[in-house]
């Protein structure tokens, strides 16, 4: 199987910044798209930013312009730097990868972390 594991959250003032990490492992046989969703108690979750193997992102729109995503495809990782941060992007941020493990190589379907809470307060 592949297992994600996100790091990087923690508690920050309005207007300050974080950096999430997300690394894959495990019995990975391909991973194409990686990203960032996110969810409050009582809200479905909801995408943050997603991208390619390419590189190509997407963004929702309250992010564009505060985060930024990146990967290093050589270590399955994903990023996701935060900056401008405010009391409404508190949440736990999920890490999501699309890809196939050597379990099945040729069923390619949706990863998650467990999640890193992000607490944005004064």
Known sequence: Q??????????VQ????LRLSC???GSIFKIYGMGWYRQTPGKERELVANITTGGSANY???MKGRFTISRDN???TVFLQMNSL?????AVY???AFGSSWNNPYLN????GLGTQVTVSS
């Open 23 to 25: 690394v894959a492992s």
């Open 109 to 112: 379907r949706d990863y998650w």
């Open 86 to 90: 405010q009391p409404e992007d508190t």
């Open 74 to 76: 050589g270590k399955n």
């Open 60 to 62: 929702a729109d309250s």
């Open 14 to 17: 309005p207007g300050g910044s």
């Open 94 to 96: 999920y890490c999501n």
């Open 2 to 11: 592949v297992q994600l594991v996100e790091s990087g959250g923690g508690l």
